[in-house]
């Protein structure tokens, strides 16, 4: 009986809800349509941590560890898969480190056991959802979960005794930490850097300025236009950090929360934006630079980022890989709609904060209710299990 391989590379929002639905979903249409040739198909998800972590909680996470246990944020991945059977699906926990487009093959090597000898994969049909890394372990996980977990321990230790905090990023994440642990610890200099010429880039100016009001208001200092070129700490934990401008802060506590790159250096170079993205050769369809391979979420060319992005393109992308395997004999592709409309939610401490959604900019308490209260702590198990795909 023949194989056909389903290889979904990555374990976070995009990743898990695509294999979710993949397995729940596409294979059984896939396999009862072909009863008759004998195919069967079978989903591997290789992930290269074995937890996954909510890293949109991160600010309130590294603040403090009475506000939301660590141990809520990280969830074991093959937890949510234990429904499925081994004949249908594998969790492979390994970093993809290369990928061979003739022999399509995939080589992996333990992350957590890195003298191990690596694990060839086979693939008929690829999912690229491997996301994008941070400068920081505190916003995405390097190989282990507990290099983020350390790392967010060693932030919440440490500020407690701190006099000064540098954040660097005027985005959502150098906003929102700024305000957590300005309401947290009133008494301690913190410095934004925004790294531009405002706050919150993506949102129009007049939320950003206020979201700069809102944390001026709570003590933050705010600087425009210089950026973090280096920054290297000493034996004792300060940290001295290298401006753009030539100057140098030394702080107790220094936060990147910059520096976004595409999970991609696997890849070959001809499936690649310039800025080293997964070409998409349209962004209603998701289809990959080559026949057979797909791409969702942050490491995309199409993706403008965010968990909204991410959920919408789940569905019309599995949509599309049962139309192309079925020949277009099953199901009808449901075409990607992007929401390309302003929409940003950012919280500026546990009460509220700024945001638009669709293009309507949102009071504080529509921050409040939707992400500024617990950073949709609840939704984390059903990410993990894909509640949000039970139904096709």
Same mark, same amino acid.
């Given at each position: 009986?023949?194989?056909?391989?389903?290889?979904?590379?990555?374990?976070?929002?995009?990743?898990?809800?695509t294999?979710?639905?993949?397995?729940?979903h596409?294979?059984?249409?896939?396999?009862?349509?072909?009863?008759?040739?004998?195919?069967?198909?079978?989903l591997?998800?290789?992930?290269?941590?074995?937890?996954?972590?909510?890293?949109?909680g991160?600010?309130?996470?590294?603040?403090?560890?009475?506000?939301?246990?660590?141990?809520?944020?990280?969830?074991?991945?093959?937890?949510?898969?234990?429904?499925?059977?081994?004949?249908?699906?594998?969790?492979?926990?390994?970093?993809?480190?290369?990928?061979?487009?003739s022999?399509?093959?995939?080589e992996?090597?333990?992350?957590?056991n890195p003298?191990s000898?690596?694990?060839?994969v086979?693939?008929?049909?690829?999912?690229?959802?491997?996301?994008?890394s941070?400068?920081?372990?505190?916003?995405?996980?390097?190989?282990?979960?507990?290099?983020?977990?350390?790392?967010?321990?060693?932030?919440?230790?440490?500020?407690?005794?701190?006099?000064?905090?540098l954040?660097?990023?005027?985005?959502?994440?150098?906003?929102?930490?700024?305000g957590e642990?300005?309401?947290?610890?009133?008494?301690?200099?913190?410095?934004?850097?925004?790294?531009?010429?405002?706050?919150?880039?993506?949102l129009?100016?007049?939320?950003?300025?206020?979201?700069?009001?809102?944390?001026?208001?709570?003590?933050?200092?705010?600087?425009?236009?210089?950026? %973090?070129e280096?920054?290297?700490?000493? @034996?004792?934990?300060?940290?001295?950090v290298? +401006?753009? $401008?030539g /100057?140098?802060?030394? =702080?107790?506590?220094?936060?990147?929360?910059?520096g976004?790159?595409?999970?991609?250096?696997?890849?070959?170079?001809?499936?690649?934006?310039?800025?080293?993205?997964?070409?998409t050769?349209?962004s209603?369809?998701?289809?990959?630079?080559?026949?057979?391979?797909?791409?969702?979420?942050?490491?995309a060319?199409?993706?403008?980022?965010? %968990?909204?992005?991410?959920?919408d393109? @789940?569905?019309?992308?599995?949509?599309?890989i +049962?139309? $192309?395997? /079925?020949?277009?004999? =099953?199901?009808?592709?449901?075409?990607?709609?992007?929401?390309?409309t302003?929409?940003?939610?950012?919280?500026?401490?546990?009460?509220?904060?700024?945001?638009?959604?669709?293009?309507?900019?949102?009071?504080?308490?529509?921050?409040?209710?939707?992400?500024?209260?617990?950073?949709?702590?609840?939704?984390?198990?059903?990410?993990?299990?894909?509640?949000?795909?039970?139904?096709?």
């Amino acid at each position: 009986m023949a194989v056909h391989n389903i290889v979904v590379i990555g374990a976070s929002y995009a990743g898990l809800g695509t294999a979710h639905y993949l397995l729940r979903h596409t294979i059984p249409s896939l396999e009862k349509a072909s009863s008759t040739n004998s195919t069967t198909y079978k989903l591997t998800l290789i992930s290269a941590t074995t937890h996954f972590y909510h890293k949109v909680g991160a600010p309130r996470f590294l603040a403090s560890p009475d506000l939301i246990p660590l141990s809520k944020a990280f969830h074991p991945i093959a937890d949510g898969f234990t429904s499925y059977p081994s004949s249908n699906f594998e969790l492979i926990i390994g970093e993809a480190h290369s990928l061979n487009e003739s022999a399509k093959t995939v080589e992996v090597k333990d992350t957590y056991n890195p003298r191990s000898p690596s694990r060839t994969v086979l693939y008929s049909t690829l999912v690229l959802a491997t996301g994008a890394s941070s400068e920081s372990p505190l916003w995405s996980i390097p190989g282990s979960h507990q290099t983020t977990i350390s790392a967010l321990e060693s932030t919440q230790s440490a500020l407690p005794n701190s006099k000064t905090v540098l954040i660097a990023g005027g985005g959502p994440a150098g906003v929102e930490t700024a305000g957590e642990i300005a309401t947290l610890f009133p008494k301690i200099e913190i410095t934004l850097l925004s790294g531009a010429d405002r706050l919150l880039t993506r949102l129009r100016p007049a939320i950003g300025a206020a979201a700069e009001s809102q944390l001026l208001g709570m003590g933050v200092k705010m600087v425009h236009n210089i950026r %973090a070129e280096r920054a290297v700490s000493d @034996v004792s934990g300060v940290t001295e950090v290298i +401006l753009s $401008d030539g /100057s140098v802060r030394v =702080v107790d506590v220094y936060i990147s929360a910059t520096g976004i790159r595409p999970n991609t250096a696997f890849l070959p170079k001809s499936w690649l934006t310039e800025k080293n993205y997964v070409i998409t050769r349209d962004s209603t369809s998701l289809r990959g630079p080559v026949d057979g391979v797909y791409a969702i979420g942050d490491v995309a060319g199409y993706s403008l980022g965010g %968990a909204l992005d991410i959920m919408d393109a @789940v569905r019309p992308l599995c949509s599309t890989i +049962l139309n $192309d395997l /079925s020949a277009g004999k =099953v199901g009808k592709p449901q075409p990607f709609k992007q929401t390309v409309t302003e929409t940003q939610i950012v919280p500026i401490g546990p009460s509220g904060g700024v945001g638009s959604v669709f293009g309507w900019r949102v009071p504080s308490f529509v921050v409040w209710l939707i992400k500024s209260r617990d950073y949709m702590i609840g939704m984390v198990p059903g990410v993990v299990t894909g509640d949000k795909f039970v139904k096709a």
